[in-house]
Every structure is written in C-alpha cells, then in structure tokens.
C-alpha cells in the first residue's frame, strides 16, 4: 500500500496540469495513467496531432495555390502522406517526453495502470502484466476525460467507419471523406483531407455548422469552407450507414423529408464525445453520475462523496483541454486552502479550420436568450492592409457590446490566426473593457488585431475608420 496526499486519475491536459499544482503546492502527488504514455486524448489523439495535420496541410495547400500569386515558383508539390504522418508522430512523442521531464522535475510519482476505486479512499491500480498496486490518498482527483460517441445504429469498425482517432492515423489520404457532424473535429479533420486533395462532404443534423458558437461564425465558415470546396448537407439526419468492401454508403433524410445517399471510401464519425468513467469502480466508491453519464461535481468540482474531485472532459462543460486544465489547477489551489475561481463564460472556443474560428464570452443567441440590449460592431478582415498583403482575406470580427453601458459581452472572429488573437479578447472581457476602451487603445499597425479595434469603433458609433 502506497499513501499520497492526492491521487490524480489520467494524464490528460486536465490530470497532469493538476498534478503538477498539488505538487508544486507542496502535496505528496501520484498521478495514475492506463496507457503508457502520458498526456492523454490531447496529446496523443486529439488537440497536437491534428494541429501538427492541419498545420502540415495548410503548408500543401498555400504552396499548391497561393506561392504563385506571391512571386514563386515551384515544380508542383506532392505529398509524402506517410512522412506527414510520422512527423505527427514525432511532435506527439517530444511533447510527451516533456510531460515526462515535468512528472520527474516536480517529483510526481507515476504509475502506469487502470485505476479502479476499491472504497472511497482506496485506488487499485493494475497495470498490462496484470501486477496490482494500492494506493491510499486523502483526496483523489478523476480526470479520465471522454471518448468518441458512436452513432447507435453504426459503430466504428475502425477502418472504414472511423472515428478522429483513425482519421489521425490513416494510411492513404480518402478519395471522398465523408464526415458525419459539421462540428470541431468534423470541419477540422475534414480541412485536413480537403487540402490534401480528399472529396469532403459534411452532413449535419443541425441546420448550421460549429452549433454552439456564434451564429455569424457558422454562416460565415459555411461560405468559406464551401469555396474551399468542401460540400454540406445541412438539416440531414443519417439513418443507416453500410460498408462494402471499400466502399462506405451513408443513408439520410433531408428535413424536407427526401432521402439522400452518400456514398464515399471512408466516413468520419464526429457527433461529439462522451464522458469516460469504464472500470473506474465509481459504484465502489459510491460517486454519482448526472444524466449525461458525467460524474456529477458542485462548484468546487467535488463529486457527492467529500474527498473526491472530478474535472476536464468527465465534468460538465466544455471539452475542451485548457478548460481542463484551468480546473485541474483549481481543485489543487482549493486543495491548499486557497480560494481560485473560474469564469467559464470567459473559457475561448477555438476551431482551427484556415481562416480560424474564435469566440469568448456571449453570442447574440444568448444575449437574445437573456433579453439583453446589446450593439454590433463588425468589421471585415479584408479591409485590413495585412490580410492583403498576407493573401488572407476572409472573415471578420464582431464585437458584441451592451447597448446601455458599452461593456464588451463578446467578441467572435473568424480570421488567419483567430486562435491566437483571441487571447486578447479574453484579456478584455476579464477586465470588463468597454468597446469605447478598445477602440482608444493603440493597436499596431499592419496586424489582424486592427479588426478589433475597428469592430470596436463599429461598436461604439459606428465610426471604423477603414470601411
Ligand atoms: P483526456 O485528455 O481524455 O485524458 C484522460 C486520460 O485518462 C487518458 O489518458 C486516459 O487513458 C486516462 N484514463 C481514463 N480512465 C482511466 C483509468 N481508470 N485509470 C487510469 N487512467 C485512465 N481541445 C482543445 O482545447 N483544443 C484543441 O485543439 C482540441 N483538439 C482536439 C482534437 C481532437 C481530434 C479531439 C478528439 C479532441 C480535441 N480537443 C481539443 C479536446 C481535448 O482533447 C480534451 O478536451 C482534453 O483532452 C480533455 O482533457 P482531460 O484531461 O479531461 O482528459
Ligand atoms: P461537436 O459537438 O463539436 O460537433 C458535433 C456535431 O455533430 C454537431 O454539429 C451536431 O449537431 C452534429 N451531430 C450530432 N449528431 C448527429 C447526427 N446523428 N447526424 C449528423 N450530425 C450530428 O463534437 P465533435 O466535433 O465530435 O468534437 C467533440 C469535442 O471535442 C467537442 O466538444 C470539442 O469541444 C472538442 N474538440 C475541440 C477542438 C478545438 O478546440 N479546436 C477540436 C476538436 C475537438
């Protein structure tokens, strides 16, 4: 029997981050891993290799169509899919050799095993060869994270009817991906093959792409996406899918109450994901799931029984790894007797399609939903002297702002490098700026980030300067 002051369960974004708080915290830390690699779906089947795809993808794509118009010239590009798939590999295993250095660095005990609840403060851990260990902790930290959802009249068969965790991993680019969901994974994997020369056809049950984002956003990458050439079937609920020898063939109902048939060599589930929680042994250890099959938390992400903590993609909320993260930190703050908080309106949402899709705080459905005055101040990207001279020219930025007092409620964009100026959204909204705020603050000069100031302006009086 080994005792720790905390046990953390699974090494994603959300487990090892709260590892090494309560380690740095001054907890004594084992952090329990069923693979034997740490770093979780984040890692090793989801955020960095489809990063290291899509980025791996755009380059293909600007060198096919866009290095002429900038003056090069070069024999036509060919893709060597499998060097794009080991170099995946290879980004996947040095990021998790630096989970590694850091478990070592801040000296978290790691065992590598399935952990199962025997009671409510001991863990059994029992790893491939079938060899036990038991571990006793004051305070136990779930944070398992999800899988993919399977469509119940289809599951996977891996190899044709394939999930995002083969979509990383094929070995030949699809002639015609067809993707079931016009969510994240399905517009992201989707861009993916696309570039690389795929036929995409997209079929959502919903009557718009990226449903939980801002509605401006999903109408805006629709007309992007499908100038990219990638086809949709919007409003199409799928019936049936077979599979004959290579070949895939998707059965749908339109909302008009046609039947339509698709037929492609692979299909992509990605209809959303579901909470992990197999061979836990959360019965033993009496810990409650809510109705969606997540481990039930408060607001302090404690489960029903005291000692218990559960975050990330198990927990409500978004699945999403630095809302992951920023809860495994919470509970090891809570844990030391500190008082942290998140603000979960203020979480961005990120689609890493080209141009990318961002988001923080309110869309207009919910300020509509609330009933709250708001004002709209948009701008186009291609009104900015950068995205013309970078050849990247579509999108806007939309900044929502409260009618009466002008505080920044939201702000959305889809833009080249929407990913990373959102952060400065986040900064905005955390300190309550107003648009008339934004609008004052010196933005440089050619940059994306002159959209917000301008969107800021729009906001205020309707006074952009470039449109
Ligand atoms: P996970 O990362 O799922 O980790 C859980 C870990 O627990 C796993 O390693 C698992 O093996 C382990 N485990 C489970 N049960 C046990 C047990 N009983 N004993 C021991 N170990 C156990 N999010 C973003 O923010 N940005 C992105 O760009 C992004 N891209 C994504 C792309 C794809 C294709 C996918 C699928 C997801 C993506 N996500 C992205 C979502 C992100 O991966 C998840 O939100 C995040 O990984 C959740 O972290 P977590 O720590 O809760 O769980
Ligand atoms: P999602 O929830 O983003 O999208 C699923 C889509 O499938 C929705 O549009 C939904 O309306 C549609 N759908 C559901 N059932 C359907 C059906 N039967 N037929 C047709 N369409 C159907 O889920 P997705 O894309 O699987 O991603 C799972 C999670 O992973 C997301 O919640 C996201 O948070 C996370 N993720 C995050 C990324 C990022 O941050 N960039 C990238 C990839 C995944």
């Known amino acids: 029997m080994s005792n720790f002051d905390i046990v953390i369960i699974g090494s994603g974004p959300g487990g090892y981050v709260s590892a090494i708080r309560c380690a740095q915290l001054g907890f004594k ?6 693979y034997s690699h740490l770093g979780g779906t984040c890692l090793h089947v989801g955020c960095i290799p489809s990063k290291s795809l899509l980025d791996a993808s755009e380059l293909y794509d600007k060198a096919l169509h866009q290095f002429k118009d900038f003056g090069i010239e070069i024999t036509k590009p060919t893709i060597d899919f499998s060097r794009m798939i080991q170099r995946k590999n290879e980004v996947v295993e040095q990021t998790g050799k630096g989970i590694d250095y850091l478990m070592d660095k801040n000296k978290i005990t790691v065992f ?20 036990i260990k038991n571990l006793e902790a004051r305070y136990f930290i779930i944070a398992t994270g999800s899988k993919p959802a399977n469509l119940p009249f289809a599951p996977a068969d891996k190899e ?16 015609h991906l067809l993707v079931i969901g016009g969510g994240v994974i399905g517009l992201e994997l989707g861009s993916v093959y696309k570039r690389l020369g795929a036929e995409v056809t997209v079929i959502e049950f919903l009557d718009r792409l990226i449903p939980t984002m801002d509605g401006g956003l999903s109408k805006e990458l629709l007309k992007v996406l499908k100038k990219q050439g990638m086809k949709f079937s ?21 909302k008009n109450g046609k039947e339509i048939r698709f037929e492609g060599d692979y299909c992509l589930v990605a209809v959303g994901r579901k909470p992990y929680t197999e061979n836990l042994g959360l019965e033993k250890a009496g810990i409650e799931l809510d109705d969606q099959g997540r481990i039930k938390v408060n607001e302090h992400l404690q489960t029903n029984i005291p000692n218990i903590y559960a975050i990330g993609d198990v927990v409500r909320g978004p699945m999403l790894a630095h809302k992951a993260e920023e809860e495994g930190v919470l509970v090891a703050e809570q844990l030391a007797g500190q008082k942290p908080h998140i603000d979960y309106n203020l979480i961005p949402a990120v689609v890493y399609t080209w141009p990318e899709v961002a988001g923080v705080g ?25 995205a013309r001279a970078s050849g990247d020219t579509d999108g806007f930025v939309k900044i929502l702002a409260d009618e009466a007092t002008d505080e ?5 964009m889809i833009a080249a490098r929407a990913a990373d100026l959102i952060a400065d959204a986040v900064t905005l909204l955390e300190y309550r700026a107003s648009a008339e705020d934004i609008a004052r603050m010196s933005h440089a000069h050619p940059t994306y980030a002159e959209a917000i100031k301008e969107a800021a302006l729009e906001a205020t009086e309707k006074r952009a300067i470039h449109s």
Do not use: W
């Open 112 to 131: 590598h095993g399935m952990g199962t609840f025997k009671s409510s403060n001991q863990l059994e851990v029992k790893d491939e060869k079938g060899n």
């Open 160 to 175: 044709r009817l394939i999930t995002s965790t083969e979509a990383l991993n094929l070995k030949e680019i699809p002639k």
């Open 29 to 34: 830390t084992a952090l329990v891993e069923k």
């Open 362 to 386: 309110k869309t207009e459905d919910q300020l509509l939903e609330e009933g709250r005055s708001y004002k709209i101040g948009q701008f186009p990207i291609r009104a900015l002297g950068r």
């Open 408 to 412: 920044v409620l939201g702000i959305h």
């Open 234 to 254: 919007l409003s199409t609920q799928v019936t049936k899918i077979e599979r004959k020898g290579d070949k895939i063939f998707v059965q749908a109902v339109e």
